[in-house]
């Protein structure tokens, strides 16, 4: 019996299990239905709205700013050449690398003793050539005057000669005498022709002594010109480069000793593309002077100067491309030839036009619009130039308008944003109104504070607003809403 009554139990307690099992199987499944054929919660969707920076697209009139790099050198050079060979005996004590000289300054002396002795040999043939010339000269007088001497005589001669005609016709005269006579002139006029050829010899004499005068003067002056030439002088002011000699070296004819240098008078050669070049022409094809900017930038320190463009280059040169141009410096302060430069030319003005930031601009030349409702639109713009970290557009349809001033691949046309502009004033907030609190009232607020969970600090700022004489309405106000008051 007992066997029996403990196999029933257990097939009771079996059963009951199953049981439970089933009931809490259907349950689960019943569960699952419901939650599947129950429709999804459905949450309120949010626009997504970013902020962006804005800048406003203002028309205005705008000279460009062409950047390019250049080389400067000086208009005023000078080589300074031995014209003569010989020992160098003095050198100025400004005549070294970088020494400064001024117009006129004796900066070298050669041995002027080889020359000054060619010289004075030159005019000692100089004063003979001067007495052969006072002596031909002498000699031409007296051979001047035995031709008027033996004209005289010949017209005597001839005068006898006519009266023994006269005799003969009359038939006193004999025909010996008439032939004497007759002898007796053609004596008389070849002694006239004799006077007349030393006559032209003297003449010949002194024309010759005139030429060796005029050569003796030539050589005189050659040679004080290579005396003088024993003396090198500064050309104008400025400053000295290549210095290649020292007192007491020998130098020969033409030796380079060294170059004058005006940095005074400096000019910058840079090369332009051929689309920048022809910016600068004018309506005429002619190269406009347009004003550049030259800066040298070394450790923080900024040298400048101002000039305007003079020449450009005949050439384009092999090998080269676009313009070499040439601009003249107004002022040189701190600068030097050689020196590799910034050059910032400044092109005629365009008009009607808008400076914005790069960033604005993306490579389809388009740029995001903001509507009434800030919403974004694609605008396409002409860019026109590029400064830097700006451009220069034309966009009729933006002026007066804002635009984005960075963007981003999350931006596009449609997508609502939220301006910013770092331009524009910041709103500085109004004051709180102030109310003054009676101590029934302050006591309350105080305590309700005390014993509140708020943070400590916040507790410390609220209490130290509280013990003032006069408390800001809005933290009245918050206090009270708490206090349900």
Do not use: C
């Amino acid at each position: 019996m007992q066997f029996l009554r403990r196999s029933l139990i257990g097939i009771f307690l079996l059963s009951l299990t199953l049981a439970l099992f089933a009931w809490a199987g259907n349950t689960v499944r019943l569960a699952v239905q419901e939650r599947m054929n129950t429709e999804p919660r459905r949450f309120q969707q949010r626009e997504r709205v970013m902020a962006v920076n804005v800048v406003q697209v203002t028309r205005e009139t705008i000279a460009p700013s062409l950047v390019v790099f250049g080389e400067l050198s000086s208009t005023n050079t000078f080589d300074l050449r031995a014209l003569t060979g010989g020992t160098v005996l003095n050198v100025s004590e400004n005549f070294v690398e970088g020494g400064r000289v001024e117009s006129g300054e004796l900066l070298v002396k050669i041995d002027p003793r080889d020359a000054q002795s060619a010289r004075d040999r030159i005019a000692a043939d100089l004063r003979d050539a001067e007495a052969e010339v006072r002596d031909a000269e002498r000699a031409l007088i007296i051979e001047t005057d035995e031709v008027a001497a033996a004209t005289e005589q010949a017209t005597l001669r001839q005068q006898a000669l006519q009266r023994q005609n006269d005799l003969v016709t009359r038939g006193v005269g004999t025909a010996a005498a008439v032939e004497t006579a007759e002898l007796a002139v053609s004596a008389a006029n070849q002694s006239v022709l004799t006077s007349r050829q030393a006559e032209a010899q003297a003449q010949a004499r002194l024309d010759q002594a005139a030429t060796r005068l005029d050569r003796a003067q030539l050589n005189l002056a050659d040679a004080d010109r290579v005396v003088t030439d024993t003396e090198i002088h500064a050309p104008y002011s400025g400053v000295l480069a290549d210095v290649t000699i020292t007192q007491g070296v020998r130098v020969t004819a033409n030796e380079r000793l060294g170059e004058v240098i005006d940095n005074d008078q400096l000019e910058v050669s840079f090369r332009l593309s051929t689309a920048q070049y022809a910016r600068l022409i004018g309506e005429d094809g002619a190269l406009n002077n347009a004003p550049v900017t030259v800066s040298l930038e070394t450790q923080g320190f900024t040298l400048s100067a101002t000039g305007q463009i003079t020449r450009e280059s005949a050439a384009v040169g092999e090998g080269q491309t676009g313009r070499l141009l040439f601009a003249r410096l107004d002022t040189s302060t701190g600068l030097r030839p050689g020196d590799f430069v910034t050059v910032s030319i400044t092109e005629p003005e365009l008009r009607g036009v808008a400076l914005v930031p790069a960033t604005a601009i993306d490579a389809n030349e388009t740029a995001l619009l903001l509507d009434g409702e800030n919403r974004l639109s694609e605008v396409d713009v002409e860019v026109l130039r590029r400064q830097g970290d700006d451009v220069i557009i034309r966009a009729r349809d933006l002026y007066g308008k804002q635009i984005v001033a960075e963007r981003s691949p999350l931006l596009g046309a449609g997508i609502a944003v939220q301006p910013i502009d770092p331009t524009a004033e910041p709103v500085v907030p109004e004051a709180p109104e102030m109310v003054a609190l009676d101590d029934e009232k302050r006591a309350e607020m105080i305590a309700f504070v005390e014993a509140s969970r708020m943070p400590p600090p916040v507790k410390t700022r609220v209490l130290e607003q509280l013990a003032q004489d006069e408390v800001p309405s809005d933290v009245i106000a918050r206090i009270q809403e708490r206090m349900g008051s």
